[in-house]
């Protein structure tokens, strides 16, 4: 249990308004999108930056762990409450604190909406590009913790890239700033990429200078059907391979593709479709006609069976129909989800979708795969009723195999979703032990009463 002395320095930091440790309130936060749970003691809401330099010293005084919390979106159990912790949900700090236009540059606290910093940007031709798939929900801090990504990724990058600074407190309550507001900086070490992407585990970063960019004038869309898997991501490899570099290059398997069929989402592709690619192109108008040619001619090949183009905002929703009613049309399979977002090289990607499929097979499961093709980003679902033992045991084997393979491929177990509680107990088998010692030692220099976000990111 919390002690009450500690709660009370909560109160009085904060106010009573915004310490709660009702079994209501204790309830909501108990999870992120993985099915476990775990009650906090309490959930704190701060509004500002000396806020969360407080109750960090508060929480030291009392050895009381912190579990910092976004919107909750996550995958991997990156805000799920480690026990007997306190959770600091960011949702109360959603100020944008300057926008510079002419230096491309805005910055925000941690709790703003990534929509919205796009929706800013845009106001002024420019542009946020980072675009994870909950963009209208989750909030910019959860993306710096995990660094997060979505389709644009193939072209732009992810979230690290557009971080030029940072204000943060670390574990035991000093007060930091990294980065600069420049676009070249080399002074010191860059502790900026460093808690990019570290998971709440060195600092809680309360505000963010973003880099941004002009906003392509108009945007084109392929939607491109193959008779195969092996077809459609001999084709990703060969678009990867020519100059023209495509803003969104998405993927579908054939069960993807069944799962859509119910909903009537895949009325309009070709006969025998069995592999789907999304392709996107962005740019200045005048420029799209010979992008989308350059595409369209890397993208012919064996098994293509029809290539449907849009160039209107119209056009290019209907053609992204399949792909956006995707994720919950999954849902309808099996009740969980064991969702992995493993990276292998791109020119690798045929030979791990080949590994899934056989391996489904074999333990005889539902496997959906579909994600960031050209970034080599796959997103393996694993179907599953969690009530039924006996295929649990087979799923875990399953997942086992699958991250074996993918480490042979010279590949990464996560590419934008982060390690959190999920896939700590696999990090082991990607870094060497003395890589490891050296990464737990930072994180004891930034945190050294291990207070932020245990159980998280390392293998025990």
Same mark, same amino acid.
């Given at each position: 249990?919390?002690?009450?002395?500690?709660?009370? *320095?909560?109160?009085?930091?904060?106010?009573?308004?915004?310490?709660?440790?009702?079994?209501?309130?204790?309830?909501?936060?108990?999870?992120?999108?993985?099915?476990?749970?775990?009650?906090?003691? *309490?959930?704190?809401?701060?509004?500002?930056?000396?806020?969360?330099?407080?109750?960090?010293?508060?929480?030291?005084?009392?050895?009381?762990?912190?579990?910092?919390?976004?919107?909750?979106?996550?995958?991997?159990?990156?805000?799920?409450?480690?026990? /007997?912790?306190?959770?600091?949900?960011?949702?109360?700090?959603?100020?944008?604190?300057?926008?510079?236009?002419?230096?491309?540059?805005?910055?925000?606290?941690?709790?703003?909406?990534?929509?919205? =910093?796009?929706?800013?940007?845009?106001?002024?031709?420019?542009?946020?590009?980072?675009?994870?798939?909950?963009?209208?929900?989750?909030? =910019?801090?959860?993306?710096?913790?995990?660094? @997060?990504?979505?389709?644009?990724?193939?072209?732009?990058?992810?979230?690290?890239?557009?971080?030029?600074?940072?204000?943060?407190?670390?574990?035991?309550?000093?007060? =930091?700033?990294? /980065?600069?507001?420049?676009?070249?900086?080399?002074?010191?070490?860059?502790?900026?990429?460093?808690?990019?992407?570290?998971?709440?585990?060195?600092?809680?970063?309360?505000?963010?200078?973003?880099?941004?960019?002009?906003?392509?004038?108009?945007?084109?869309?392929?939607?491109?059907?193959?008779?195969?898997?092996?077809?459609?991501?001999?084709?990703?490899?060969?678009?990867?391979? !020519?100059?023209?570099?495509?803003?969104?290059?998405?993927?579908?398997?054939?069960?993807?593709?069944?799962?859509?069929?119910?909903?009537?989402? @895949?009325?309009?592709?070709?006969?025998?479709?069995?592999?789907?690619?999304?392709?996107?192109?962005?740019?200045?108008?005048?420029?799209?006609?010979? !992008?989308?040619?350059?595409?369209?001619?890397?993208? *012919? /090949?064996?098994?293509?069976?029809?290539?449907?183009?849009?160039?209107?905002?119209?056009?290019?929703?209907?053609?992204?129909?399949?792909?956006?009613?995707?994720?919950? *049309?999954?849902? !309808?399979?099996?009740?969980?989800?064991?969702?992995?977002?493993?990276?292998?090289?791109?020119?690798?990607?045929?030979?791990?979708?080949?590994?899934?499929?056989?391996?489904?097979?074999? !333990?005889?499961?539902?496997?959906?795969?579909?994600?960031?093709?050209?970034?080599?980003?796959?997103?393996?679902?694993?179907?599953?009723?969690?009530?039924?033992?006996?295929?649990?045991?087979?799923?875990?084997?399953?997942?086992?195999?699958?991250?074996?393979?993918?480490?042979?491929?010279?590949?990464?177990?996560?590419?934008?979703?982060?390690?959190?509680t999920e896939k700590r107990r696999f990090v082991a088998r990607e870094i060497d032990a003395v890589t490891l010692d050296l990464m737990r030692a930072i994180r004891q220099q930034f945190d050294p009463h291990g207070l932020l976000n245990p159980g998280k990111l390392f293998p025990d």
């Open positions: 249990m919390l002690p009450d002395h500690a709660l009370a *320095a909560f109160r009085t930091l904060l106010g009573a308004d915004r310490v709660f440790d009702d079994a209501a309130t204790r309830a909501l936060y108990a999870a992120d999108e993985t099915p476990r749970r775990v009650e906090p003691e *309490a959930v704190l809401f701060p509004a500002s930056h000396d806020d969360v330099a407080g109750l960090v010293r508060i929480a030291c005084e009392h050895r009381i762990a912190l579990t910092p919390r976004g919107a909750g979106s996550g995958n991997v159990g990156g805000a799920l409450p480690a026990p /007997g912790s306190v959770v600091v949900s960011f949702e109360c700090m959603r100020r944008l604190l300057e926008f510079d236009p002419d230096n491309r540059l805005i910055v925000v606290e941690s709790g703003v909406v990534t929509e919205e =910093i796009d929706r800013v940007a845009r106001s002024a031709g420019l542009f946020y590009p980072p675009d994870p798939g909950s963009s209208p929900y989750c909030r =910019i801090g959860g993306n710096l913790a995990m660094n @997060a990504a979505g389709p644009r990724a193939v072209k732009y990058g992810v979230t690290r890239d557009y971080v030029l600074g940072l204000r943060a407190v670390t574990g035991d309550g000093r007060e =930091i700033r990294t /980065g600069c507001r420049t676009t070249k900086g080399v002074t010191g070490y860059d502790l900026t990429r460093l808690l990019v992407g570290s998971g709440g585990t060195l600092a809680l970063v309360t505000e963010a200078t973003l880099k941004l960019l002009p906003a392509p004038e108009s945007v084109a869309t392929l939607r491109v059907c193959f008779a195969s898997t092996r077809d459609a991501l001999d084709a990703v490899s060969r678009v990867m391979h !020519q100059s023209v570099v495509p803003s969104a290059l998405e993927f579908m398997d054939h069960r993807a593709i069944d799962a859509i069929r119910p909903t009537g989402a @895949a009325d309009d592709l070709a006969p025998g479709t069995r592999a789907l690619l999304m392709v996107e192109a962005d740019g200045a108008a005048a420029d799209l006609p010979r !992008q989308i040619a350059a595409l369209e001619e890397a993208l *012919a /090949g064996p098994g293509l069976l029809e290539t449907k183009s849009g160039f209107e905002r119209r056009a290019i929703a209907e053609l992204w129909a399949a792909r956006k009613s995707l994720s919950h *049309a999954v849902k !309808q399979i099996a009740p969980l989800k064991i969702n992995e977002d493993v990276v292998v090289p791109v020119s690798q990607l045929a030979s791990l979708v080949d590994f899934i499929d056989h391996t489904a097979q074999a !333990q005889r499961l539902a496997v959906v795969s579909f994600g960031h093709a050209g970034n080599g980003n796959l997103h393996v679902n694993l179907m599953v009723h969690p009530d039924d033992a006996d295929e649990m045991d087979r799923a875990h084997l399953a997942l086992d195999a699958i991250i074996l393979r993918v480490l042979a491929l010279g590949g990464t177990l996560s590419g934008e979703h982060g390690i959190g």
